[in-house]
Nanobody, 114 residues
Framework: QVQLVESGGGLVQAGGSLRLSCAAS???????VAWYRQTPGKQRELVAA???????NYRDSAKGRFTISRDNDKNTVYLQMNSLKPEDTAVYYC?????????WGTGTLVTVSS
């Protein structure tokens, strides 16, 4: 069993920045981890992912603005979000797959005002 706890969300003006954190209860050094987001009435969508080896990928709208990183010593994954836009408003979730089981955190709300 792995528990994930997201933090760092909040209210920010358009153009601002936030840094989200995802703290895992266990070792994550061998796992791929991702950030997703969801708005009411829409499906959860992948924002960014990072492999155990550090390879990253982003949804097109996040490229150049968001950076995913990991600190395996702290069992934590981060999402640095810059140049935020109102359309980035969502609940952001951390996700990982361990031994074929997908784990999700409870999410952190990001609200970007125009």
């Amino acid at each position: 069993q792995v528990q994930l706890v997201e933090s760092g969300g909040g209210l920010v003006q358009a153009g601002g920045s936030l840094r989200l954190s995802c703290a895992a209860s266990g070792r994550i050094f061998s796992l791929n981890v991702a950030w997703y987001r969801q708005t009411p009435g829409k499906q959860r969508e992948l924002v960014a992912a990072i492999t155990s080896g550090g390879t990253t990928n982003y949804r097109d709208s996040a490229k150049g603005r968001f950076t995913i990183s990991r600190d395996n010593d702290k069992n934590t994954v981060y999402l640095q979000m810059n140049s935020l836009k109102p359309e980035d408003t969502a609940v952001y979730y951390c996700n990982l797959n361990r031994l074929g089981v997908f784990y999700w955190g409870t999410g952190t709300l990001v609200t970007v005002s125009s």
